[in-house]
Nanobody, 122 residues
Framework: QVRLVESGGGLVQAGGSLILSCAAS????????MGWFRQAPGKEREWVAS???????YYADSVKGRFTISRDNAKNTLYLQMNSLKPEDTAMYFC????????????????WGQGTQVTVSS
C-alpha cells in the first residue's frame, strides 16, 4: 500500500504563497483520486481540493481561485499551490488517496499522510 509524506508547510504572512507536496512511496498513476484536506484546532477535518486520475480538479469554495491542485505521475507526487493565503487557512494539511466517489468526503480516501502545518499570520 502506498505511503504518503507531506512537506512544504510553514509560517507565511497573509497574502503570501506556499507549495505543499505529497510524495507517494509507489506509483500514483492508477490512483482514482488524490486530495488535500485540512484541520484547524478544535475543528473538523475539511476538504480542500481533489484531482482525479484523468486530471479533473475540484475545489472547496473557500479556496477556489486561490489554490491549485496538481499531480505529477512521473514523480509520484501531489501538489497544492496556495496563493493569497489568509489567516483562516491556518491548519494542518493532509494529503489522501482513494476511490474519490464523492470527491469531498473523507470516507472515500483510504490512505492518509501525517500532515504538514501551515500557519498564516495577519
Amino acid at each position: 500500500q502506498v505511503r504518503l509524506v507531506e512537506s512544504g508547510g510553514g509560517l507565511v504572512q497573509a497574502g503570501g504563497s506556499l507549495i505543499l507536496s505529497c510524495a507517494a512511496s509507489g506509483s500514483i498513476f492508477s490512483i482514482d483520486a488524490m486530495g488535500w484536506f485540512r484541520q484547524a484546532p478544535g475543528k473538523e477535518r475539511e476538504w480542500v481540493a481533489s484531482i482525479r486520475r484523468g486530471s479533473s480538479t475540484y475545489y472547496a469554495d473557500s479556496v477556489k481561485g486561490r489554490f491549485t491542485i496538481s499531480r505529477d505521475n512521473a514523480k509520484n507526487t501531489l501538489y497544492l499551490q496556495m496563493n493569497s493565503l489568509k489567516p483562516e487557512d491556518t491548519a494542518m494539511y493532509f494529503c489522501a488517496v482513494g476511490r474519490g466517489g464523492t470527491i469531498w468526503a473523507p470516507r472515500e480516501y483510504d490512505r492518509w499522510g501525517q500532515g504538514t502545518q501551515v500557519t498564516v499570520s495577519s
